[in-house]
C-alpha cells in the first residue's frame, strides 16, 4: 500500500508534468483549415538557425500571396532527422516539398523516392544528381568569392588569413570556403576543386593558413578563434563563413584587444556582424536572400503542382545572387530585412 | 590521492609536449584561454562528480546549460527582466532541476540514468520551445554582468587571471571541504561504497543522494551562466550539446570510480584541465582539427592503460619484496 506521502508526492509530479506539456502547443497552420483543398507545400532546411526564420518569412508571404498551406520545417538532429521529415511529409500526402540537402550525394536516393510522390525542388544547396526539378539558390562559389575579393581589399598588401567555418561536409560550405581561398590566392574560375582543409595556401602576396571547424559547437567556434589568435600573433585577417562565426570571432578579438586590428570579413547577416560592420570593426559581409529562397521556393512549387512547368528556367537553376554588404549599404540592409520580418509576422 | 598522479602527470607531459611544438602553448594570451575553459568545464565536472561518488549519474547536464545559458538572455533581453530577478530566477531553475531529480530518485527509485536521461530531452526541448529555436543572446548590452565570465582580475604584469577561475577556485574550495573535511563528506562517500551499510549505520542516504543532485544541476546551473556570458550567444539545439560527457570524462578520469565511493575533487580538475589543454594542443600543433576527438581519445586511452600497467608492476614488485623479506627471515 502506498502512504498519503507518496500518493501526494506522485500527485505533484503529475500536476508538473501536465504544466510542463501545456508549454507544447502545436503550431498554428500557416493558413486557416477548411478552406477547401490547399496545395500543401513544405519548406526543409538543413538545420535550426536565424537564417532559417527570415527563409520562412518569405515562406509566410508567398502562403498568404497565392494561397497554399506552406510550412516550414528545421530538422536540429542533421540528416537522419531530415530524413525522417521528409519520410512523414510523404506519407501526410504532401504535394511539393523543397529540400536543402545536407549531403546531397548520399540524399540523392531519398529525394528520388520523394520525387515520385510529390514535387520536389532543391534550395540553398543543390543535388544536380538527383531527380529534383529545380535548384533556388545562389552560387556558392561565387558568394565564396566576393568574400575573397574583400579580403584583398581590407588588405591590399597581402597577408596571413585564417578561415572559420562550421562543417565542410555540405556541398554549398566546400563550395563558399573555396571560392574565398581561389579569390585571395588570384586563381581562375574554377569550383571543381577543394583544396585539403589542413594545407597552408599561399599565392598572390597572401597566405592561408588553414581551416578550422567547429561542428556548431559555439564555445569551440570561440575557441577556435582564440586559438588561431594565440597561435599566428600577427594574424592579418579572419573570415567567419557561417553566420554565427563572424560573433563568436568579434568576441575573441574583443578579448585580446584585437578589434580592428586583425580585419574580419562575414558572411551572412548576423546582428552582431552587422553592428560590427558599423561600427567598422567588420570589413563587410556576403549576405544571401534567404527570404527570397522562401518566397520562390513556394511559388515555383505551386506553380509545378498546378501543372505548369514552363515557369521553370531551361537551365533548371533559379539564381537569387548574393550581395555584398559594407559600411556604406548596412544601414539600408537593415531596415529592408525588419521590414520583410516584421511583414511577415 | 595516488590515483591522481597517472592522471596528473600525463596533464603535465601533454603540456610538455605542447610548449616544445608550439612557441604560443605558453604565451600569456593562451594560458588565459585555456584557463578560463578549463574553469567553465571544470565547475561542470566538480557537480557531476558529486553525483558520481554516490554511485548515480547525471546525464542531463548538457541540457541544464542549454536551459539556463538561454533563459537568462531570454529573461534580460526578451522579457526585460531586472538582472537580478533573472539571475535569482535561473538559480532556483538549476536547484529545483536537481531537486526534481533527487525526489524522482529517492522518493520514487526510478533510476537515475532514465531521470537524468529524460532531463537531458525535457530541458532542451523545453530551451528550444520558449526561445522558437531562436539564438538568444546579449547583443552589445550587459557588458557589467558579462564581466563575470569574460572579465580579468590582474594577477601579474601582463597576465591576468580569468573571471571564471576565481568561480572555480571558490567551488572547489568549499568542495573539497566539503568532501574531506565535513561529516557530510563522508557520508557521501560512505553511501556511495555501499548504500545498504550507509542506511544501517544511520545516514539518511537519501537526503544525501538529493543534496548530490542538487549540487550537480546547480553547478550546471552556474556552468551555463558563464557559458553564455562568455559566448554571448545561445543556440537552444546545441548550446552544451555533449558537454555532459565532457564532464563526466573528467570527472572519472580524475579518480570518480562509476561504481561509486571514490574521487577527488583535485583529480576531477586535473580531468578537466587535460581536455581543455588536448583540444588547444590540436589547434595549436596541427592544422587538422578533425580529428580532435580520435586524439583526445586515443591519448587519454594510452594515459590510462600505463597507469594501470604501472600500478600492477609496482603491486608486483611489492608483493616480490614481501615474499623476498619473508623467505630472508
Redesign the interface.
Known sequence: MKSPRSIRFAALLGLLSLSLGGCNKPAAPSVAEGEGKLKKIAFVTNGVASFWTIASAGVKAAARDLKVDAQTLMPAEGISDQKRMIEDLLTRGIDGIAVSPIDPVNQTELINIAAKKAKVITHDSDAPQSERLLYIGMDNYKAGRMCGEMVREAMPNGGSVMIFIGRLEQDNSKRRRQGTIDAILGRPDNSDHFDEISAVLEGNGFKILGTLTDQFDRAKGKANAEDALAKYPDLGCMVGLFAYNPPLILEALAQSNKLGTVKLVAFDEDDATLDGIEKGTVVGTVVQDPYMYGYKSVEMLSALISGKPGVVPSEKFLDIPARKIRKENVVEFRSELKSRLSAAQ | MKKIFGILGLLIAVCLVTASL?D??L?A??VE?VLR?SA?FGILSIGVAFVIITGGIDLSLGSVVCLVGCALPWLLTVQHWPVPLALLAVVALSLGIGL?HG??IT??RIQPFIVTLCGLL?YR??A???TA???V?F??EFKSLRLLA?GKVPFFPGFDLPAPLLFLAVVAILAAVFLNRTIYGRYLLALGRNPQAATYSGISTQRMTILAYVVSSGLAGLGGVL?VL??????P???G??YELYAIAAAVLGGCSLRGGEGSIVGVLVGAALMQVL??MI??V?????VEFAIIGAVILLGVVADELTRRIAAKRRAAQVLQGATAA
Open positions: 608550439s604560443s602553448f604565451s594570451y593562451n584561454n575553459r567553465l526534481f525526489l524522482l522518493k520514487l525535457l526541448g523545453i528550444r520551445g520558449f529555436d531562436q539564438t543572446g547583443g552589445n569574460t557559458f562568455d559566448v554571448n550567444s545561445a543556440q539545439v546545441d548550446f550539446s555533449f583540444r588547444n589547434t595549436l596541427t592544422t587538422r582539427n578533425n
